[in-house]
């Protein structure tokens, strides 16, 4: 899917859904996504996999927040223990699942959803009805071996655990972007490219500096 095609898929889905993100404008989140590729690509990796994403707010920082709306668990991210240790134990024993959700989260540049933000995007739902998503788990509760996960059923949310090498072709995992506003992006920008003139003023004055002088 490319950038136009990704572009209008999230239009489409924005104006469907306005009750997720009363006050926000698709304009502004356009210009934002447009200035800024890497989250684009983020972007276009969860729509690929299943995630169904769509704006769910703003943060305390003015960033817009995406996740993914998908009414199941993202098809293309199941199968996954919980992390690399996790996954690595399974395969030694000879069972060998699809990956694990650290690792996979880390590659497409998404934050897992902890118990928290499972909640709270659970206000915009119900998600999760006949699958269950694996949640950022509290590092006390991963020493012990375990990891979280969480569904809706009977009308509420629920949260449980299972060992972290568990996966199943029921649960996936769901990610939240932060997209910054476009006066963090141009100053990014800016900062970079002045960098940039004083490494390269750095690099020419070391070596003019080895240089014997013309004669």
């Known amino acids: 899917m490319v950038s136009g095609e990704l572009l209008l898929t999230l239009k489409e889905r924005f104006e469907a859904h ?3 993100h009363s006050g926000i404008t698709w304009d502004d989140v ?3 996504l447009e200035a800024n590729p890497d989250r684009l690509r983020t972007l276009q ?10 704006v769910i707010g703003i943060d305390e920082e003015g960033r817009y927040l995406f996740c993914d709306c998908s009414p199941e668990s993202p098809a293309g991210r199941r199968n996954l223990c919980y992390d690399g240790p996790a996954q690595a134990q399974r395969e030694k024993k000879g069972v060998v699942p699809k990956g694990n959700v650290l690792d996979m989260a880390q590659e497409m540049g998404v934050e897992l959803l902890d118990e928290e933000q499972y909640r709270a995007l659970q206000q915009l739902g119900p998600f999760d009805t006949k699958t269950s998503s694996w949640l950022r788990t509290p590092e006390e509760v991963r020493k ?13 949310v629920f949260i449980y655990h299972n060992g972290a090498g568990s996966f199943y072709s029921s649960r996936g995992f769901r990610g939240l972007v932060r997209v910054e506003p476009l006066a963090w992006i141009q100053f990014s920008i800016l900062t970079l490219m002045e960098n940039g003139a ?4 750095v690099v020419w004055a070391i070596s003019s500096a080895g240089r014997a002088p013309d004669s």
């Open 198 to 201: 004083i490494i390269s003023f």
């Open 30 to 32: 356009q210009a934002r």
């Open 18 to 20: 306005k009750e997720r």
């Open 144 to 156: 012990l071996g375990g990891a979280i996960f969480g569904d809706f059923r009977y009308g509420r």
């Open 45 to 54: 990796l969860m729509e690929e996999t299943g995630g169904e994403l769509d």
